[in-house]
């Protein structure tokens, strides 16, 4: 069974810090590019970064790029999210999901269950 389990989501104040971590079982985890994305109150499902299975290049939307770092670590099938300089606009449920490595396009095959992240002016 493939399980994603996001952790590390919670209360932190503007200007604050958090990692995310995404722990991963039950898929060849080198195998799959990694996502972040998160969900605010009343607004579709954003894009925020992926890792790439191979090359491990990362890209950003425009939104985060300069406050958030994503990076994995294979050996711990995990991927992390570190997120700086945060805001109240931050605020959403965040969510890690894997794409096989031979799909193409925006489909990912599997979605944790996401972790709130709320920041306070």
């Known amino acids: 069974q493939v399980q994603l389990v996001e952790s590390g989501g919670g209360l932190v104040q503007a200007g604050g810090s958090l990692r995310l971590s995404c722990a991963t079982s039950g898929l060849i985890f080198s195998r799959y590019t990694m996502g972040w994305f998160r969900q605010a109150p009343g607004k579709e499902r954003e894009f925020l970064s992926r890792i790439i299975w191979s090359s491990g290049s990362t890209y950003y939307a425009d939104s985060v790029k300069g406050r958030f770092t994503i990076s994995r670590d294979n050996a711990k099938n995990t991927v992390y999210l570190q997120m700086n300089s945060l805001a109240p606009e931050d605020t959403a449920v965040y969510y890690c999901?894997?794409?096989?490595?031979?799909?193409?396009?925006?489909?990912?095959?599997?979605w944790g269950q996401g972790t709130r992240v709320t920041v306070s002016s």
């Open positions: 999901a894997a794409q096989w490595w031979a799909s193409s396009g925006s489909d990912y095959a599997y």
